[in-house]
């Protein structure tokens, strides 16, 4: 299954100055992540588009379970992947094989991600 996101990072950069809007929807890794990178809104953005495409991967969007769910990670390479939550692997009933990839510009994000048996 293929799911896509796109967001305006402008929209995610005035959410951003919520604390319950970084804690409810990133783990701690990505908040480091994003701190790390100079707390640059495209990259929030980014991490926030591809938890939205892997939902949509899914076929069940955020019905079922949280974002916080979704953990997207980066390789030393940059390269970003993903972590599921224990809660997540359980209600899929199992580990799906994700691929992911994260773009921007200076006003858009977007993700794509695949699962693959």
Not at 1 to 11: A, C, L, N, T
Not at 19 to 38: C, D, P, S
Not at 62 to 85: A, M, N
Request: with cysteine.
């Amino acid at each position: 299954m293929i799911g896509i996101d796109i967001i305006d990072i402008k929209r995610v950069e005035e959410k951003a100055k919520k604390e319950t809007f970084l804690k409810g929807i990133f783990t701690e890794n990505e908040i480091n992540y994003y701190q790390k990178k100079g707390n640059n809104p495209a990259t929030l953005a980014g991490m926030f588009c591809a938890k939205e495409a892997v939902a949509k991967a899914f076929g069940m969007g955020f019905s079922k379970f949280r974002p916080i769910d979704i953990e997207i990670l980066h390789h030393e390479s940059g390269e970003p992947y993903v972590s599921l939550s224990e809660n997540l692997k359980a209600i899929l009933k199992k580990n799906p094989n994700l691929n992911i990839s994260i773009s921007h510009t200076d006003t858009i994000a977007t993700a794509i991600a695949i699962t693959t048996p």
